[in-house]
């Protein structure tokens, strides 16, 4: 493998509409000079305006996807994204188990963007047997609540990217936060757009991709930030609703 061309496997759903998912993970993963492998935890039917079907994977197919990928390529840094159910992720979290030396995402992926709820309460539980075991988690501020709020993160020797943009203000703010409190923030305005379909699977794929060329973790989460902020910019227009991001030029 050339050192330029990191592996990196993405665990999570397929979205038909292209904009999130797996499909959003493949394309910024290549986009930013890697090699995008999958595994795929659910089928769903969705385009901009909603999400109309699912169908899950069993966990048995997941982790028989994720082994053929790391028993022939490796790879060098590992997303998580939308798991789908809590047995998904205790599987998920058994295979974590065994990596070791390798940067870990995860997105706690619980709604998508049009409102569709992708992990019931059951699942979200079942984040805490992974959490421990990632590099970094990315909730945005309802995700954040969900998993307990700021308060929770001191249980964790884990950093937290609390992502605002779900947030009211015009100015939003991202924030690193460990164990002891906040490590870093950026802050940015705001980009007025209905395109922003894939904005959480873009930055954490984005991010998992920085972090296998060897980039330090508050260096690939700024990059990430400004690929996402060119990714939206750069929104071909498509849907009636959410429509998906663009591909910038890199």
């Known amino acids: 493998m050339k050192a330029d061309c990191p592996r990196v496997l993405s665990i999570a759903g397929s979205d038909s509409g292209g904009g999130a998912g797996i499909q959003a993970d493949i394309r910024t993963i290549t986009n930013l000079g890697g090699h995008a492998m999958t595994a795929i935890t659910a089928v769903t039917a969705q385009n901009s305006a909603g999400v109309t079907a699912v169908e899950l994977m069993t966990p048995d197919m997941v982790l028989a996807q994720i082994w053929a990928v790391m028993d022939d390529f490796d790879a060098d840094a590992i997303k998580i994204g939308m798991l789908g159910s809590p047995e998904i992720a ?17 997105d706690p992926v619980m709604v998508a963007t049009s409102g ?91 991010i998992a991709t920085y972090l296998a060329q060897g980039y330090e973790l508050a260096a690939a989460i700024g990059k990430a930030r400004n690929y996402v902020r060119a990714s939206l910019e750069a929104a071909p227009g498509f849907g009636a609703g959410h429509g998906p991001m663009g591909v910038p030029k890199t």
């Open 90 to 106: 205790l599987a998920v979290a058994g295979f974590l188990k065994s990596v070791r030396n390798k940067p870990v995402i995860l």
């Open 116 to 206: 569709a709820t992708l992990a019931d309460e059951r699942t979200i539980a079942a984040f805490e047997k992974i959490i421990p075991l990632s590099s970094l988690v990315t909730p945005n501020l309802y995700e954040m609540d969900r998993l307990g709020g700021d308060g929770a993160i001191s249980g964790y020797q884990v950093p937290f990217l609390v992502k605002g943009g779900h947030g009211p203000d015009e100015i939003l703010v991202d924030r690193l936060v460990g164990a002891d409190g906040e490590i870093e923030r950026w802050e940015g305005r705001r980009i007025d757009t209905r395109h922003n379909h894939g904005t959480g699977c873009t930055l954490s794929s984005a």
